[in-house]
Nanobody
Framework: QLQFVESGGGLVQPGGSLRLSCAAS????????IGWFRQAPGKQREGVAS????????AYADSVKGRFTISRDNAKNTVYLQMNSLKPEDTAVYYC?????????????????WGQGTQVTVSS
């Protein structure tokens, strides 16, 4: 079973940047697409970005296109989310998750394995 350790969250001013990391422990890591999701207080969890198992195909929510970039290093079993031009509305707990199969998806229900989350706060 996959287990994740997320890191990189914190407090940042509007317009700033953060890079989140998601490190997984599973020898079958390469067979999973990985997604980043977020949940703000009082709101439903939503998909942010996802990446194919090979790293060649990505998907993004419209709200983050052009600002966030997802990437993966399969040799390190790690997926990254580079977040630039952050806005207060990006404030949320960010989770990484894995879905069996190769294709990326930003649908919450497609994912079976979830991390514990890391807090991102964008505020002046």
């Amino acid at each position: 079973q996959l287990q994740f350790v997320e890191s990189g969250g914190g407090l940042v001013q509007p317009g700033g940047s953060l890079r989140l990391s998601c490190a997984a422990s599973a020898f079958t890591w390469n067979y999973y697409a990985i997604g980043w999701f977020r949940q703000a207080p009082g709101k439903q969890r939503e998909g942010v970005a996802s990446i194919r198992s090979s790293g060649t195909i990505t998907a993004y929510a419209d709200s983050v296109k052009g600002r966030f970039t997802i990437s993966r290093d399969n040799a390190k079993n790690t997926v990254y989310l580079q977040m630039n031009s952050l806005k207060p509305e990006d404030t949320a707990v960010y989770y990484c998750a894995a879905k069996p199969g190769y294709s990326p998806s930003i649908k919450v229900d497609d994912y079976d394995y979830w991390g514990q989350g890391t807090q991102v706060t964008v505020s002046s």
